[in-house]
């Protein structure tokens, strides 16, 4: 499965943009996906993962609050809406998909990957 992932940008502190993750050659239906993030000199961090049936989500504590995904199946495509930004929250951000229905917060355990698009916010 070959992931695309869109939307990031320049922004404000306070502002807002929406991310996305499109999939092609198999379904996503079927399994665990979510985002993630690395900042420059630091490790790969999770920070939300939605069910294989958009039904449950799990965020990251910094997050929480601020960040919403979800997905939808019919169009192969998740996505993760990001309000109130902060200058913290700068980094490029990776979609993937989990190799299972389980939901994982460990890179490790997610199998195909996008190539990240770079979210900077500005203070």
């Known amino acids: 499965v070959q992931l695309q992932a869109s939307g990031g940008g320049l922004v404000q502190a306070g502002g807002s943009l929406r991310l996305s993750c499109a999939a092609s050659g198999r379904t996503l239906s079927s399994y665990t996906v979510g985002w993630f993030r690395q900042a420059p000199g630091k490790e790969r961090e999770y920070v939300a993962a939605v069910s294989y049936s958009g039904r449950n989500t799990y965020y990251a504590d910094d997050v929480k609050g601020r960040f919403t995904i979800s997905r939808d199946n019919t169009e192969n495509t998740i996505y993760l809406q990001m309000n109130t930004l902060k200058p913290e929250d700068t980094a490029v951000y990776y979609c993937?998909?989990?190799?299972?229905?389980?939901?994982?917060?460990?890179?490790?355990?997610?199998?195909?990957w996008g190539q990240g698009t770079q979210v900077t916010v500005s203070s």
């Open positions: 993937a998909r989990s190799g299972t229905r389980a939901i994982e917060t460990t890179p490790q355990r997610y199998d195909y």
